[in-house]
C-alpha cells in the first residue's frame, strides 16, 4: 500500500514538474513567435497558450510511464487539440453537430478532424486496455468522451484546471494504474492552474483535451463494464447536452 502510494505521489509530482517547467520555457523562447502563441479569452484579454503544450506532453509521460496506451491517447488527443488551437482559432463553429454538418458539405474542418481523431485514439488505447469486445468500445467512448467534457467545460479561466482536479481526487482512493494515472492529470493542472488563474495562460483545446484523455484512461484502469458503462452513458450525455448548448448560444448570436 505504502509503495503503491509512493508511486501515486511521484506521478502527481513527475507531471507537475513537467508541466511547470515546459510552461515556463514555452513562455520564454515562444517558438514562432509571439503573435503564435496568443489568443484572446472571453474577457477580451490576451492569454498565452503555453500552458497547453506543456500540460499535454506532461500527463503524456506520467499517464504513459504507467500504461504506454494511456500515453498514446493522451498525447494523441494532445495533438488533435493543437491542430483545432491553430488551423480552428478563426473558425466560428463550435459543437460537434456543426462540424458534422460541415462535413456532409464536403468541408473537413478543424473540428472534424479532432473530433474523428481523438475519437480514433480512444478506441485505439481502450482496445490495448481492455479485453474483451465490448469492454474495448466503452473504454474507447469512455476516453473520447473524458477529453470532450474537460474541453467542454474550459471556458473561463481555471475552470477545466478546477474540474480535472475535482474529477481526480476520488480516483487516488483505488490504488493502482488508475490512481496514478489520475494523479499524473492532476499534477499537470495543478501545475498551471495558477498561471490560468491569473489569466496569463490558458490550456486551450490541446492541454484541455489531453487532461481530459488522461481522466478517462484513469476510469478505464480502475472499472470494470458496468462502471465504464455508467461513466460511458453520463459522458455521451453531457457531450449531447454540451452541444445543444453551444448550438443555442451560437444562434443567439447570429
Known sequence: ???????T??????????ARTGSAVLRATAPGGRDRWERGNHAGRSVG??????????????????????????????????????????????????????????????????LFGICGAGLV????????????????????????????????PARAAAVVLALGAPGLRKQGPGAETAAAAMGAAAAVLPGDVAERTMLGDTGAHALGAALGAAVVEGNGRA?????????????MCGDRVSALARHSCE
Request: glycine content about 12%; proline content about 3%.
Open 227 to 239: 462502471g465504464l458503462a455508467v461513466h460511458a452513458v453520463a459522458l455521451v450525455t453531457a457531450a
Open 49 to 114: 497558450l503555453y500552458a497547453g503544450p506543456a500540460s499535454a506532453v506532461a500527463v503524456a509521460v506520467g499517464a504513459g510511464r504507467v500504461r504506454p496506451a494511456a500515453g498514446f491517447a493522451v498525447l494523441a488527443a494532445g495533438i488533435c487539440g493543437a491542430y483545432d488551437d491553430v488551423a480552428g482559432a478563426r473558425d466560428p463553429r463550435r459543437g460537434f453537430r456543426a462540424h458534422l454538418a460541415a462535413l456532409r458539405d464536403g468541408e473537413v474542418t478543424s473540428g472534424a478532424v479532432k
Open 125 to 156: 488505447a481502450g482496445a490495448v486496455m481492455k479485453e474483451r469486445p465490448l469492454d474495448k468500445v466503452l473504454a474507447g467512448v469512455v476516453i473520447a468522451g473524458a477529453a470532450h467534457l474537460v474541453n467542454l467545460v474550459d471556458v473561463r
Open 1 to 7: 500500500m505504502i509503495k503503491r502510494s509512493r508511486r
Open 9 to 18: 505521489g511521484a506521478s502527481f509530482a513527475l507531471a507537475a514538474v513537467l
